[in-house]
């Protein structure tokens, strides 16, 4: 039996055991494609406005749908943030360490250079802007705002996402830096981490800190180019101390 749009409203039964709105029986693509309206309304509003600010129901305004349908589909808001990330991040779930499978079978277990391992993370970020369900520069909004804007979203989902890619670079990076400490190599990774996430951010979070107009400000492939021999020295510097106070 199909249950109406009004019926769903008016209903005190739990949301999620509701089907899906204007699918007919034995049809499940009319709420799909529901489900892809709300995932879409849901992108570009937690990228425009971050997860806190962001309500159910300004996502299903936008979407054209009850309330309800969010709860049917996802759970919850929590829910909803994490099938955001996971469709824009899962299916390259490969890219983030297909570029350093091949560096150490290539090297066969020997260091690889510092130049070559930042080369191989800043090309896998360049392959994830370039997602082709969501605009480039929506989706590395999106990335920004899950690291200078976590929520429930991300700390759910995207630390799960990335923890491996990372902790094989780090590994990379011990490997190929004998004489820095673990600790040492694990800030370095989280420092360049975080910049890869501000540079892909995009402009208007550049413009927080600096209204100077910058060149290759929206352009992925000139970010990284200025990026890399930046994170190259910093990987390369010796362990650090205290900066000496002057004046002081």
């Known amino acids: 039996m199909t249950v109406t749009q009004s019926q769903i409203r008016n209903t005190g039964a739990p949301a ?21 309206r709300i995932l879409d309304a849901a992108e570009r509003l937690f990228m425009e406005h971050g997860y806190a600010a962001t309500s159910v129901r300004l996502i299903t305004g936008a979407a054209g749908v009850p309330v309800a349908l969010v ?20 299916s390259r779930g490969g890219s983030r360490v297909s570029f350093l499978d091949k560096l150490e079978a290539e090297a066969g277990g020997k ?12 090309s896998s970020a360049l392959r ?7 605009s480039g520069e ?10 200078y804007e976590p929520g429930p979203g991300t700390e759910t989902f995207f630390p799960d996402e990335y923890r491996e ?13 004998p004489g820095l400490s673990q600790d040492d190599v694990v800030w ?52 650090g101390s205290l900066p000496t106070a002057v004046g002081i």
């Open 111 to 122: 260091p690889i250079a510092v130049d070559v391992l930042v080369d191989a993370f800043l």
């Open 16 to 36: 999620q055991t509701l089907p899906p709105t204007g699918a007919a029986d034995g049809d499940a693509r009319p709420g799909q494609e529901t489900r892809d």
């Open 138 to 147: 929506v989706f590395k909004q999106l990335i920004g705002r899950a690291f």
């Open 71 to 90: 709860n049917y589909h996802f759970g919850s808001k929590q829910g909803l943030m994490e099938a955001v990330y996971e469709r824009a991040l899962g």
């Open 128 to 134: 994830l802007t370039r997602k082709d369900s969501i």
């Open 165 to 177: 890619a990372v902790d094989r670079y780090r590994q990379a990076f011990m490997r190929t830096l």
């Open 188 to 239: 370095r990774m989280y420092f360049f981490v975080g910049i890869v996430a501000y540079a892909m951010a995009g402009k208007d979070v550049m413009r927080m800190t600096d209204t100077y107009s910058l060149a290759d400000a929206g352009n992925p492939e000139g970010i990284m180019a200025r990026l890399r021999p930046f994170v190259v020295a910093g990987f390369l510097a010796p362990e």
